[in-house]
């Protein structure tokens, strides 16, 4: 069966990793694990938010991975309700540019209208501008930013009772790498490595690959 987005998942029993990759092999291993007898249902994480994902475990195999068509993706359900949101505005005008621009309201004080006044090709145009330069100089800022968010909320699921948590918030949010690996040392090694890859991605992965050459 095809992956049914283009997230991906990793699934825990507990403190052990026991899947990671597309929705219905996470799925699969949920299922499976919760038939062996578990003393606490698993819970299965999306790679790139770090949030809990509700799978719908009823029924047979195929049944269940019959209901992770793209459509039933618990994440793709929230993204499509998320776009019919935006395409429910009015109707584009004749002779509005085909951008894919979204009309939304901006608020800002008359000085700032006033500038933008007499900025080349308008409001909007000064506007798209402004954000696509700041969009680029905070790339980087931005993307660490995704992922201390990412790690967190894995960490508040699965280790907000483990020694050190406080301290890692901090130094999470704080983007200090090194007392953040300082921290989470002693927690359960698939937890750590996990939360760790969430926060660093690029540096573990560089780190994962400078130790198997």
């Avoid at 704080?174 to 989470?184: M, Y």
Wanted: with cysteine.
């Amino acid at each position: 069966m095809a992956n049914t987005s283009a997230h991906s998942y990793t699934s825990f029993n507990g403190h052990k990793r026991i899947a990671s990759g597309s929705l219905p092999v996470n799925a699969l291993a949920v299922k499976h694990a919760l038939t062996s007898g578990v003393p606490s249902p698993p819970l299965t994480f999306c790679d790139q938010t770090g949030q809990v994902v509700e799978i719908d475990l009823r029924g047979s195999d195929a049944e269940m991975l019959a209901r992770l068509s793209p459509e039933g993706d618990p994440l793709h359900e929230k993204e499509s309700a998320l776009n019919g949101s935006e395409k429910s505005g009015e109707p584009r005008g004749r002779g509005r540019p085909k951008l894919g621009v979204v009309a939304r309201e901006v608020t800002l004080l008359p000085r700032h209208w006033d500038w933008l006044a007499t900025q080349p090709g308008g409001a909007s145009v000064t506007l798209r501008k402004l954000v696509d330069e700041a969009r680029r100089s905070n790339v980087d800022r931005d993307r660490q930013r995704r992922a201390s968010e990412c790690a967190y909320y894995f960490m508040s699921a699965m280790a907000g009772d483990m020694a050190g948590f406080e301290e890692a918030s901090r130094a999470l949010f704080a983007n200090d790498a090194a007392k953040f690996h300082q921290q989470t040392e002693t927690w359960p090694p698939d937890v750590r490595d996990y939360v760790r890859l969430l926060a660093y991605p690029l540096r573990e992965k560089l780190s994962a690959a400078t130790q198997t050459s």
